[in-house]
Nanobody, 121 residues
Framework: QVQLVESGGGLVQAGGSLRLSCAAS????????MGWYHQAPGKQRELVAT???????RYTDSVQGRFTISRDNAKNTVYLQMNNLKPEDTAVYYC???????????????WGQGTQVTVSS
């Protein structure tokens, strides 16, 4: 069974940094796109950043220049380095992966359990 396990959230002051990690485990044939989304209280889940297996990245405008997404394909792990954090970055951050489980011939989407990031002013 495939699962995504996140780590690295916490409480930080404005201007500080955090690094999130997310590892995909289980019987996996191939991992395509991995990414991070966030959901603030009372709001919809929104895209933060994505990265393809070839390293092509995409960011939402509000984090461009402050956040960096990267991945280790050998470990099926994606990272999100968050610098110069702002109070408006406060949210639950979810890892996302589009991958092909072993034995299946199509892509499925998986989500992590979420990790809380709180930025104090």
């Amino acid at each position: 069974q495939v699962q995504l396990v996140e780590s690295g959230g916490g409480l930080v002051q404005a201007g500080g940094s955090l690094r999130l990690s997310c590892a995909a485990s289980g019987s996996i044939f191939r991992v395509n796109v991995m990414g991070w989304y966030h959901q603030a209280p009372g709001k919809q889940r929104e895209l933060v950043a994505t990265i393809t297996s070839g390293g092509i990245t995409r960011y939402t405008d509000s984090v461009q220049g402050r956040f960096t997404i990267s991945r280790d394909n050998a470990k099926n792990t994606v990272y999100l380095q968050m610098n110069n954090l702002k109070p408006e970055d406060t949210a639950v951050y979810y890892c996302n992966a589009e991958l092909i489980p072993a034995g299946l011939g199509f892509v499925r989407t998986y989500w992590g359990q979420g990790t809380q990031v709180t930025v104090s002013s």
